[in-house]
């Protein structure tokens, strides 16, 4: 879930907006607060924006979109479409190494999941209450 903003301008020759996106923390499914850090870097590229200062699209945080470039994805202000992705830094693990360390990571995981659903499945039938023998996961 994203946070999207877009503030509109005139100038002369075209329509200009502004789109900013993943910003603040989620609060519930359906509310995301922003922190006094967050309000200010939206608030200065903001300004900056408006007042024709140097501003520079930043991936995944803003994007300055004119009004062809709006209308090429038909009106549609999705701030994906026209802010991207914020650049990773390159840990430096080769592709294969990572996802063989992830993928192990994973596996035992799962494996100390089932030993935990075991006990608890255990301990509800010391006190009388049986769980199917089927994962709980599984429905």
Do not use: M, P
């Given at each position: 879930m994203v946070v999207t903003y877009i503030f509109m301008h005139q100038i002369p020759s075209h329509v200009d907006c502004?789109?900013?996106?993943?910003?603040?923390?989620?609060v519930t499914r359906k509310h995301r607060e922003l922190s006094d850090e967050e309000i200010k870097r939206i608030y200065d590229t903001y300004h900056k924006w408006h007042d024709l200062l140097d501003?520079?699209?930043?991936?995944?945080?803003?994007?300055?979109?004119?009004?062809?470039e709006v209308r090429g994805h038909e009106y549609i202000l999705t701030p994906g479409r026209y802010v991207g992705i914020e650049e990773q830094e390159d840990d430096g693990e080769p592709f294969e190494e990572k996802m063989t360390r992830l993928t192990s990571d994973l596996a035992e995981m799962f494996a100390k999941?089932?030993?935990l659903e075991e006990e608890i499945k255990q301990r509800?039938?010391?006190?009388?209450?049986?769980v199917g023998s089927e994962p709980l996961w599984q429905e």
């Open positions: 502004r789109l900013f996106r993943k910003s603040g923390t989620l501003c520079e699209d930043i991936g995944g945080f803003c994007k300055s979109a004119n009004l062809k999941s089932y030993k509800l039938g010391a006190i009388g209450y049986e």
